[in-house]
């Protein structure tokens, strides 16, 4: 069941980043990195930089949502909801 949340996640986040609806695509991403680990969201990122076709120049997608992804893993052991 969870496996199946994840795929619906991310497929849905990287929908709505290629619509052009940033800010739920980014709150769902956020949510997601929280949640479990957001490894899926580097490849997603990765994915929707070559479809905007930005490795010409800087790849955007990728950098915020490798230093999300790495902030949200270096913070987790600090947020109260995992030290319990």
């Keep these: 069941m969870i496996f199946a949340l ?20 980014v ?3 956020l949510v997601y990195i929280l949640y479990f680990s957001g490894t899926e969201i ?8 070559g479809y905007y076709q930005h490795f010409y120049s800087v ?10 992804v790495l902030l949200a893993e270096f913070s987790k052991p600090f947020l109260l909801m995992y030290t319990k």
């Design 42 to 49: 580097v490849i997603a990122a990765i994915l929707i930089d």
């Design 59 to 68: 790849p955007l997608f990728s950098i915020a949502a490798l230093a999300s």
């Design 6 to 25: 994840r795929i619906c996640l991310i497929i849905l986040t990287a929908w709505l980043m290629v619509a052009g609806l940033y800010i739920p695509g």
């Design 27 to 29: 709150v769902l991403a």
